[in-house]
């Protein structure tokens, strides 16, 4: 699912750290790449103070248009990203044109001089964009590193049998037995008697790596919990060391058997 935004989102000092330095790296290639002559027209030193500058001193007007594309239109928060990204540079290019032509004097009096600034203040901003998307990412890792150690760790301290954990904490403990009762089961621990609205069939599966049989079509016991297997006419019934009495089905008999809780 994709997550929405619901405004701008919240600009944290760590935000802001990542947003000055991507502005830092920005002015740097810009300084590099010396568009509209000033690669021929300074030195280095000039061209980084200039671009720097000039992306610096539009910092400020830039976040406020960011902050209202993303109050405006909603959607994920890298795509808005970059449909911030066009906005700036559409409404900042010309007037960035507008300096360089009549305060620098720069020969950019012209439709493509105007068009080139709208592209290279674009270009301007979309390097920021992809490196701060970059750094997010960046700074993410050791949070899911973090998340997934905490889930492992989490995993491996919790032993409870699968069967168990469909029951409240306080009622968790030794198993003895599990009874079909109206569309429902009994569930009785050492710690008390619970109902789950579960199928005895679905329950069967989950119990069979338990030291346990089914001993009726309705009952399942845990053979550490029965205290004796007793004669009762032609069939059996064992009392769980609780006291309850259960009775044994002629199928039930053979898994007690097997187990060595009936030896005739």
Avoid at 114 to 141: D, F, S, T
Avoid at 232 to 250: E, H, N
């Amino acid at each position: 699912m994709t997550s929405k935004s619901s405004g701008a989102p919240d600009v944290t000092r760590e935000e802001w750290g990542i947003r000055l330095r991507t502005a830092a790296v920005a002015s740097v290639i810009m300084a590099l790449i010396g568009p509209f002559t000033t690669y021929e027209m300074f030195t280095f030193a000039e061209r980084l103070l200039y671009w720097g500058g000039l992306i610096l001193g539009l910092f400020v007007p830039a976040c406020l248009i960011r902050k209202t594309v993303f109050n405006l239109i909603p959607g994920p928060e890298p795509r808005i990203d970059f449909v911030a990204a066009a906005v700036i540079s559409i409404v900042i290019g010309p007037s960035v044109w507008a300096f360089n032509l009549f305060v620098m004097g720069f020969d950019v009096g012209d439709v493509q001089g105007l068009v080139e600034h709208v592209g290279i203040c674009l270009l301007a901003c979309l390097v920021p964009v992809a490196l701060r998307i970059y750094m997010r990412a960046i700074a993410r890792v050791p949070d899911r590193e973090s998340e997934k150690i905490n889930s492992e760790q989490t995993v491996a301290r919790d032993d409870t049998h699968v069967f168990l954990r469909r029951l409240d904490p306080d009622k968790r403990g030794v198993l003895s037995r599990v009874s079909a009762a109206d569309h429902q089961l009994v569930v009785c621990t050492e710690n008390g008697e619970s109902r789950l609205r579960m199928r005895f069939s679905d329950a069967l599966k989950e119990l069979a790596d338990l030291p346990g049989s089914r001993i009726h079509r309705s009952h399942w016991v845990a053979h550490d919990a029965i205290s004796s297997v007793n004669p009762d006419g032609r069939r059996y019934s064992v009392t769980m060391i609780c006291g309850t009495v259960l009775p044994v089905s002629q199928k039930g008999v053979v898994p007690l058997r097997q187990a060595g809780l009936l030896v005739n």
